[in-house]
């Protein structure tokens, strides 16, 4: 007996045990067999060596010798972690000697580990580490009063403590460590001892840019160099990659059709099917391999394409001319290959729409049945994802050498996927397809995407049976019929092709027009009651149409990841708000500007945050479901962080630290940059940990970066360096959940389990899309003029909260233009200009990785202005005035215009204006009457005169 309180039915028992059939060694939990081996036939009158080896929940058993274990199990279910040990026989007389009894070191000990950024914090930036622990550590081992220190590159403490308050989250115990007041750049480790046990992290750094120092090149380049290249990349066949793939032709339709040129294995005797080895015509551009096949698809394609945009966008400097040239070469490889994608046809109705990929997936493993996946998709939000990433790739290409008339068929490209999205907005009835899946050639087999309604009520938990998507993709009025998904991506493809298009006068506006339509409906079915919270939050979107009683709408929030098949086929692309980003700035008068305000507002401050604090790791949530047990009751409302089925949701966090920082950055909030460095630390390292061997370990999730990291194993074997697996999941595998959904009405609980092991590039260029932005500098553009002459000045950028940070200075040239770029991220800065003859101007900027604040002034004619502060809370269909002031600190006069919009409610007026002497101060007041409804409220001015805009917002809350 071992790890016991001193009874067979409490702990552990390994028994050897003589039987007429044979010998065992049986392992015992509580009295209950766990695991049962066969050994050598025991004999009386001989000696026996047993060694037991318990780390954790792992337990070893080695017999006789053996020096690989003759036993071998993991206790996942709340395992003992220490306890006596006891010798036990029964019906035989025994002799026991030579008992060793050895303690390991902590961590093994004790089960717990500690977790950290394993490639690096920034200097100013939230810094922590974290304790994992079974609750039953927790107890035997007081983790509790556990104390730490953390240890330069000299082995001296740069900073100690005790561990914070617990967590628990998911079954598992979470200590945090904040040593976030460290900042002098260096190799770090942390030290925590936990019951006289001490244990070390691996080594990480701090510094200005880290991760953008740890093998950035390596993950977001030199991997798409290694995946391209042909059916099967030199790179990926040297590590035994199989060929798995196949094109499928524009105008193919059957097996027959699908082109298998250059196939590496003429001979067949690979796991594809015949075909013919004609090159396709027109040539299929090629592409870097994703999946675990040759096989690349839209969604994958456009993130890669849109991380390798910012990061020539905000780190160009940093890299070679070589490295340079080959940023811009994958940009046009993705560019082009979703070119490829796109259909030209005389039919109006499918002119313009992309297939979801050329390269599919030829498979003989089921049952021979030769099934092909999926090459006649179309996925209506490919049209969008195209528009954008295109739309993003000429702006990349458009002038470089080179690349000019690449770059004009991007944006020809975009724009005809763009018109087919506007005329029609719904699916067509064989878009969605599934006559070459695996299972319709013989199924059903053990993935459930055959059943794909089915698939699509579990996913949004609705539990009428007759509810079939079908009611809502084959809809065409207004956008009923589409998702909150693919409404956003529409939206950002709207308001990007109206800045980057080459068309003027309507053609040009219709996009803008477009984008205020598609924002008026996305922003409708935003979950606004503040009064009605689930779990704790509001602000989510409602993924269907609210005025459609055949979607199940209030039941149904949008996912950030829904990789299950066939019509969530790919659509893993996070919920981006760049189009009310844009609108705010392309249209800051609109009346629903307020309405663009408090999505924006109300997403990130009633949704985001939240349920970031509600989990240890700060990360985003995946979704919400209103009542995930199926019984109606709301009161079970419950967040999910990690939701998605098939394959895990790493691709998620990466595109929630961009968004994170875009909507800072507009709401100018620094406090942004942490949510956003919380979840790519967890690509990083500071993670649950991954359940490998010797029980749940602590890594990065990066093959081979660092060289210490485990991700390895978690990937297939070809997978290039700089991969990433697919991470967490609560539905692990290719499970029957979703279409068992019909008959148990039950999701599964929110858990962190090991994904899928595909390491798909969704996942890896997700994470340099969050990282290259978090560590973006933060661009303040001055613009400084006295009338229409250009002025320089003289700019102080001061840290209110950080004093800690000297204070900077800047000279503003005669031009009276400057950028500048150096600001430390994260912070409050007061920016002061000085300028002969004039007062002295301020303006707080709060610092954004991969944001630009934009100060323009008219010293002559300088204009601020204010809304006088309204109650918190407001009560339904009241009536309350408002006053606006505009100020003056220029030397001549002003008419400001301004702008009146609101949310929640109603304005007697939409503008006003006033003569403003110099120095002076107008005023004027407004009504604003509230509406019935428990919601948020925002008011906006926009004041205006010549140069000088400013804004100004109240918020709150109405019930």
Same mark, same amino acid.
């Given at each position: 007996?071992?790890?016991?309180?001193?009874?067979?039915?409490?702990?552990?028992?390994?028994?050897?045990?003589?039987?007429?059939?044979?010998?065992?060694?049986?392992?015992?939990?509580?009295?209950?067999?766990?695991?049962?081996?066969?050994?050598?036939?025991?004999?009386?009158?001989?000696?026996?060596?047993?060694?037991?080896?318990?780390?954790?929940?792992?337990?070893?058993?080695?017999?006789?010798?053996?020096?690989?274990?003759?036993?071998?199990?993991?206790?996942?279910?709340?395992?003992?972690?220490?306890?006596?040990?006891?010798?036990?026989?029964?019906?035989?007389?025994?002799?026991?000697?030579?008992?060793?009894?050895?303690?390991?070191?902590?961590?093994?000990?004790?089960?717990?580990?500690?977790?950290?950024?394993?490639?690096?914090?920034?200097?100013? /930036?939230?810094? #922590? +580490?974290? $304790? @994992?622990? %079974?609750?039953?550590?927790?107890? !035997?081992?007081?983790?509790?009063? *556990?104390?730490?220190?953390?240890?330069?590159?000299?082995?001296?403490?740069?900073?100690?403590?005790?561990?914070?308050?617990?967590?628990?989250?998911?079954?598992?115990?979470?200590?945090?460590?904040?040593?976030?007041?460290?900042?002098?750049?260096?190799?770090?480790?942390?030290?925590?001892?936990?019951?006289?046990?001490?244990?070390?992290?691996?080594?990480?750094?701090?510094?200005?840019?880290?991760?953008?120092?740890?093998?950035?090149?390596?993950?977001?380049?030199?991997?798409?160099?290694?995946?391209?290249?042909?059916?099967?990349?030199?790179?990926?066949?040297?590590?035994?990659?199989?060929?798995?793939?196949?094109?499928?032709?524009?105008? /193919?339709?059957? #097996? +027959?059709? $699908? @082109?298998? %040129?250059?196939?590496?294995?003429? !001979?067949?005797?690979?796991?594809? *099917?015949?075909?013919?080895?004609?090159?396709?015509?027109?040539?299929?551009?090629?592409?870097?391999?994703?999946?675990?096949?040759?096989?690349?698809?839209?969604?994958?394609?456009?993130?890669?394409?849109?991380?390798?945009?910012?990061?020539?966008?905000?780190?160009?400097?940093?890299?070679?001319?070589?490295?340079?040239?080959?940023?811009?070469?994958?940009?046009?490889?993705?560019?082009?290959?979703?070119?490829?994608?796109?259909?030209?046809?005389?039919?109006?109705?499918?002119?313009?729409?992309?297939?979801?990929?050329?390269?599919?997936?030829?498979?003989?493993?089921?049952?021979?049945?030769?099934?092909?996946?999926?090459?006649?998709?179309?996925?209506?939000?490919?049209?969008? $994802?195209?528009?954008?990433?295109?739309?993003?790739?000429?702006?990349?290409?458009?002038?470089?050498?080179?690349?000019?008339?690449?770059?004009?068929?991007?944006?020809?490209?975009?724009?005809?996927?763009?018109?087919?999205?506007?005329?029609?907005?719904?699916?067509?009835?064989?878009?969605?397809?599934?006559?070459?899946?695996?299972?319709?050639?013989?199924?059903?087999?053990?993935?459930?995407?055959?059943?794909?309604?089915?698939?699509?009520?579990?996913?949004?938990?609705?539990?009428?049976?007759?509810?079939?998507?079908?009611?809502?993709?084959?809809?065409?009025?207004?956008?009923?019929?589409?998702?909150?998904?693919?409404?956003?991506?529409?939206?950002?493809?709207?308001?990007?092709?109206?800045?980057?298009?080459?068309?003027?006068?309507?053609?040009?506006?219709?996009?803008?027009?477009?984008?205020?339509?598609?924002?008026?409906?996305?922003?409708?079915?935003?979950?606004?009651?503040?009064?009605?919270?689930?779990?704790?939050?509001?602000?989510?979107?409602?993924?269907?149409?609210?005025?459609?009683?055949?979607?199940?709408?209030?039941?149904?929030?949008?996912?950030?990841?829904?990789?299950?098949?066939?019509?969530?086929?790919?659509?893993?692309?996070?919920?981006?708000?760049?189009?009310?980003?844009?609108?705010?700035?392309?249209?800051?008068?609109?009346?629903?500007?307020?309405?663009?305000?408090?999505?924006?507002?109300?997403?990130?401050?009633?949704?985001?945050?939240?349920?970031?604090?509600?989990?240890?790791?700060?990360?985003?949530?995946?979704?919400?479901?209103?009542?995930?047990?199926?019984?109606?009751?709301?009161?079970?409302?419950?967040?999910?962080?990690?939701?998605?089925?098939?394959?895990?949701?790493?691709?998620?966090?990466?595109?929630?630290?961009?968004?994170?920082?875009?909507?800072?950055?507009?709401?100018?909030?620094?406090?942004?940059?942490?949510?956003?460095?919380?979840?790519?630390?967890?690509?990083?390292?500071?993670?649950?940990?991954?359940?490998?061997?010797?029980?749940?370990?602590?890594?990065?999730?990066?093959?081979?970066?660092?060289?210490?990291?485990?991700?390895?194993?978690?990937?297939?074997?070809?997978?290039?360096?700089?991969?990433?697996?697919?991470?967490?999941?609560?539905?692990?595998?290719?499970?029957?959940?979703?279409?068992?959904?019909?008959?148990?009405?039950?999701?599964?609980?929110?858990?962190?389990?090991?994904?899928?092991?595909?390491?798909?590039?969704?996942?890896?260029?997700?994470?340099?899309?969050?990282?290259?932005?978090?560590?973006?500098?933060?661009?303040?553009?001055?613009?400084?003029?006295?009338?229409?002459?250009?002025?320089?000045?003289?700019?102080?950028?001061?840290?209110?909260?950080?004093?800690?940070?000297?204070?900077?200075?800047?000279?503003?040239?005669?031009?009276?233009?400057?950028?500048?770029?150096?600001?430390?991220?994260?912070?409050?800065?007061?920016?002061?200009?000085?300028?002969?003859?004039?007062?002295?101007?301020?303006?707080?900027?709060?610092?954004?990785?991969?944001?630009?604040?934009?100060?323009?002034?008219?010293?002559?004619?300088?204009?601020?202005?204010?809304?006088?502060?309204?109650?918190?809370?407001?009560?339904?269909?009241?009536?309350?005035?408002?006053?606006?002031?505009?100020?003056?600190?220029?030397?001549?006069?002003?008419?400001?215009?301004?702008?009146?919009?609101?949310?929640?409610?109603?304005?007697?007026?939409?503008?006003?204006?006033?003569?403003?002497?110099?120095?002076?101060?107008?005023?004027?007041?407004?009504?604003?009457?509230?509406?019935?409804?428990?919601?948020?409220?925002?008011?906006?001015?926009?004041?205006?005169?010549?140069?000088?805009?400013?804004?100004?917002?109240?918020?709150?809350?109405?019930?």
């Amino acid at each position: 007996m071992f790890r016991s309180s001193g009874s067979f039915t409490n702990g552990y028992l390994l028994l050897l045990h003589r039987q007429s059939t044979g010998s065992t060694i049986e392992l015992f939990k509580n009295g209950a067999l766990l695991l049962t081996q066969p050994i050598s036939a025991l004999t009386f009158g001989t000696a026996y060596h047993v060694k037991v080896e318990a780390i954790g929940g792992s337990i070893k058993a080695y017999f006789n010798g053996a020096t690989t274990a003759t036993l071998t199990y993991t206790d996942s279910s709340s395992p003992y972690l220490s306890g006596q040990l006891g010798m036990f026989h029964a019906g035989t007389a025994v002799r026991f000697n030579n008992i060793n009894l050895t303690q390991l070191s902590a961590p093994l000990a004790t089960g717990a580990t500690v977790h950290s950024s394993e490639l690096g914090y920034q200097t100013y /930036g939230e810094k #922590r +580490a974290m $304790v @994992r622990a %079974s609750p039953q550590t927790s107890a !035997s081992f007081n983790v509790a009063g *556990a104390t730490w220190r953390l240890l330069n590159s000299a082995n001296s403490a740069a900073a100690s403590g005790t561990v914070g308050a617990k967590v628990n989250k998911w079954g598992v115990d979470y200590y945090p460590i904040d040593f976030s007041q460290v900042t002098s750049a260096g190799t770090y480790t942390m030290e925590v001892t936990i019951g006289g046990f001490t244990q070390t992290s691996k080594p990480f750094k701090i510094g200005d840019t880290p991760l953008m120092d740890s093998s950035m090149y390596t993950i977001a380049v030199q991997q798409l160099e290694d995946r391209f290249g042909g059916p099967t990349p030199p790179v990926m066949a040297a590590r035994g990659m199989p060929y798995l793939g196949g094109y499928l032709p524009a105008t /193919g339709n059957t #097996r +027959a059709d $699908v @082109r298998l %040129s250059n196939n590496p294995d003429p !001979s067949g005797t690979s796991l594809i *099917a015949s075909g013919s080895t004609a090159n396709a015509v027109p040539p299929i551009p090629q592409i870097w391999i994703d999946c675990a096949s040759n096989y690349t698809e839209m969604g994958s394609t456009a993130i890669t394409t849109r991380a390798l945009v910012d990061l020539d966008a905000l780190h160009r400097s940093r890299f070679s001319a070589a490295q340079k040239s080959a940023i811009l070469t994958n940009i046009k490889r993705g560019a082009d290959y979703i070119v490829g994608l796109q259909e030209t046809s005389s039919d109006p109705q499918v002119d313009g729409r992309f297939r979801h990929s050329l390269y599919i997936n030829l498979l003989k493993e089921f049952n021979n049945r030769n099934a092909f996946w999926a090459g006649k998709v179309y996925v209506w939000n490919n049209l969008n $994802v195209g528009a954008v990433t295109l739309a993003k790739a000429y702006q990349a290409l458009n002038g470089v050498a080179g690349a000019g008339a690449n770059a004009a068929g991007y944006l020809t490209a975009a724009k005809k996927a763009w018109k087919l999205a506007k005329n029609r907005p719904y699916y067509l009835p064989g878009e969605v397809d599934i006559v070459n899946s695996i299972e319709s050639s013989g199924g059903p087999d053990n993935w459930p995407w055959y059943q794909w309604q089915a698939e699509a009520r579990a996913m949004y938990a609705i539990t009428d049976p007759r509810w079939d998507m079908g009611t809502v993709t084959l809809q065409s009025t207004g956008y009923k019929g589409l998702r909150t998904r693919e409404l956003v991506e529409y939206l950002w493809a709207s308001t990007l092709l109206y800045q980057v298009t080459d068309e003027t006068g309507a053609e040009k506006d219709k996009y803008l027009t477009e984008a205020k339509a598609v924002a008026r409906e996305i922003a409708s079915r935003q979950y606004l009651n503040h009064t009605q919270k689930l779990a704790g939050v509001h602000g989510m979107f409602k993924e269907f149409s609210q005025s459609d009683a055949n979607t199940a709408d209030d039941n149904s929030f949008l996912m950030e990841s829904a990789q299950t098949g066939w019509m969530h086929l790919g659509h893993y692309i996070y919920t981006n708000l760049d189009g009310f980003v844009d609108l705010l700035k392309l249209a800051p008068n609109d009346p629903d500007s307020a309405k663009w305000h408090r999505v924006l507002q109300t997403w990130a401050e009633g949704y985001q945050k939240p349920a970031a604090n509600a989990n240890p790791f700060k990360i985003a949530p995946n979704t919400v479901y209103r009542d995930p047990t199926g019984t109606g009751n709301s009161a079970n409302a419950s967040i999910y962080w990690f939701g998605n089925h098939l394959h895990g949701g790493s691709e998620v966090w990466g595109q929630a630290a961009r968004t994170l920082l875009k909507v800072g950055n507009y709401l100018n909030d620094e406090s942004y940059q942490v949510l956003a460095n919380a979840n790519v630390q967890m690509f990083a390292g500071l993670n649950s940990g991954f359940a490998v061997a010797g029980g749940v370990k602590p890594s990065s999730m990066f093959k081979g970066i660092p060289n210490t990291s485990l991700a390895n194993q978690l990937m297939e074997s070809w997978a290039a360096d700089g991969s990433v697996f697919g991470g967490y999941t609560t539905t692990p595998g290719n499970d029957s959940f979703w279409v068992n959904f019909d008959s148990t009405r039950q999701l599964p609980a929110d858990a962190i389990n090991n994904g899928s092991g595909e390491s798909w590039i969704a996942y890896s260029h997700a994470y340099v899309m969050g990282a290259v932005n978090l560590e973006g500098a933060h661009a303040v553009n001055l613009d400084f003029t006295n009338g229409a002459a250009a002025i320089g000045a003289t700019v102080s950028a001061s840290f209110p909260s950080n004093p800690g940070i000297a204070t900077r200075s800047y000279t503003v040239p005669n031009s009276g233009k400057l950028s500048i770029t150096d600001l430390p991220l994260g912070q409050k800065v007061v920016l002061t200009a000085q300028t002969s003859g004039f007062s002295n101007l301020s303006l707080p900027v709060n610092t954004v990785g991969g944001g630009s604040s934009n100060w323009v002034v008219d010293f002559s004619s300088n204009l601020s202005g204010s809304l006088s502060a309204l109650p918190q809370t407001l009560s339904k269909n009241t009536t309350y005035t408002v006053t606006w002031t505009a100020m003056n600190r220029g030397t001549t006069a002003i008419t400001p215009a301004i702008a009146l919009s609101a949310a929640g409610g109603v304005l007697n007026q939409a503008a006003a204006t006033a003569s403003v002497a110099p120095g002076g101060v107008g005023t004027g007041t407004f009504t604003f009457t509230t509406g019935g409804a428990a919601e948020p409220y925002v008011i906006r001015a926009n004041f205006t005169s010549g140069r000088n805009v400013r804004s100004s917002s109240l918020t709150g809350l109405i019930q």
